[in-house]
């Protein structure tokens, strides 16, 4: 059983007790504004050989964060996903955004800062690690974000983090030009289809004068939205719930 709707759906077992493979990913968070960082990933909680006993289960869907809408706001996180007892996934944090400098939010994976964030030696925290944290029984992952970490003006946002991976620092790159890809790495898995997907990507800093290539995080991904090159950023993706269980 697979939800991608944002919001709460409900998963029965009738009797007896199933024992299930469970894939829980929130929904990513917005990038930033002009020379903004990108949205940090949503967490994203993996359960194996989980057993549900004769019940209705809720499955909550987070949805993607927004762009930032101003210069003097940050993009927004992404909602919550979660199943049943197992505990609320959080969202991504948000990118930071120019010219107001504003860090990354704190999230499941937190946003990146904007190029102009002047924050030497210090990063964004995440709720959670590349390494996974313990709820329910299962693992929950996440990154931080990058930051900048020569005290000046860059013209390139640091990158969200993601659930495999930190998101790279702000630099200074030539204005306009392509973009370089600094957004956290997600992490793989099989739930859904038998064959690996990536979930839960960190959304690339924006160029002075150009978009984070990686654009709007891909819905039931819970992939960060890019920070914005000169205008508005990118929305995040939106999460996802998966029980997989033999037929």
Request: proline share 0%.
């Amino acid at each position: 059983h697979t939800f991608t709707s944002v919001g709460n759906s409900t998963f029965t077992v009738s009797g007896g007790t199933l024992s299930c493979d469970i894939l829980v990913v929130a929904g990513g968070g917005g990038g930033g504004w002009d020379v903004g960082g990108g949205g940090g990933a949503g967490g994203m909680g993996v359960w194996t050989s989980e057993n549900l006993t004769a019940n209705a289960y809720t499955a909550t869907v987070g949805a993607g964060g927004a762009t930032a809408g101003s210069d003097s706001v940050t993009g927004a996180s992404g909602g919550d996903s979660s199943f049943g007892s197992l505990g609320a996934i959080d969202g991504g944090g948000g990118g930071g955004t120019w010219p107001s400098a504003l860090a990354g939010v704190t999230g499941g994976s937190s946003g990146g800062h904007s190029g102009w964030q002047y924050s030497n030696g210090t990063s964004t925290s995440a709720t959670y690690n590349t390494s996974g944290v313990a709820l329910s029984g299962g693992l929950v992952y996440g990154a931080v974000g990058g930051y900048n970490t020569v005290n000046a003006t860059l013209t390139q946002g640091a990158g969200g983090g993601g659930a495999g991976g930190v998101g790279g620092n702000a630099i200074l790159h030539a204005s306009g030009s392509g973009i370089t890809e600094n957004g956290g790495d997600g992490k793989a898995n099989d739930f859904r289809t038998g064959s690996n997907v990536t979930y839960a990507r960190g959304g690339c800093g924006g160029n002075d004068g150009a978009e984070g290539s990686r654009g709007a995080g891909d819905a039931n991904t819970g992939e960060g939205g890019a920070g914005a090159g000169s205008t508005t950023g990118q929305a995040g993706g939106s999460g996802i719930v998966v029980i997989r269980y033999a037929a």
